[in-house]
Nanobody
Framework: QVQLVESGGGLVQTGGSLRLSCAASGRTFRNYAMGWFRQAPGNEREFVASISYSGSSTYYADSVKGRFTISRDNAKNTVYLQMNSLKPEDTAVYYC?????????????????WGQGTQVTASS
């Protein structure tokens, strides 16, 4: 069992930056691929980025490539999402999620563990 707690959300001006953190409980964190998803009001939850258990492989949605960076520190049981050049369309609740196996998975249904989410608002 893995429990996930996100932090770092907030209100930022268009073009600004935020770093989200997701702290995981449990000693098996390093065995899980991790992902970040987001959900805006009225929209389905969508994939943002994912990272392999070792951190050697990362994957991004086209909409955030070149602006967002996912990383992890297995010694701290934490995964991060650095978000730069934020746009109003990035406004959403951001969730971290974990799954066993490959990180090359963008399907919400394929992730087993979820955090409670953190609000990110990019305002013009």
């Amino acid at each position: 069992q893995v429990q996930l707690v996100e932090s770092g959300g907030g209100l930022v001006q268009t073009g600004g930056s935020l770093r989200l953190s997701c702290a995981a409980s449990g000693r098996t964190f390093r065995n899980y691929a991790m992902g970040w998803f987001r959900q805006a009001p009225g929209n389905e939850r969508e994939f943002v980025a994912s990272i392999s258990y070792s951190g050697s492989s990362t994957y991004y949605a086209d909409s955030v490539k070149g602006r967002f960076t996912i990383s992890r520190d297995n010694a701290k049981n934490t995964v991060y999402l650095q978000m730069n050049s934020l746009k109003p369309e990035d406004t959403a609740v951001y969730y971290c999620a974990g799954r066993r196996g490959t990180a090359q998975v963008m399907d919400v249904m394929k992730y087993d563990y979820w955090g409670q989410g953190t609000q990110v608002t990019a305002s013009s």
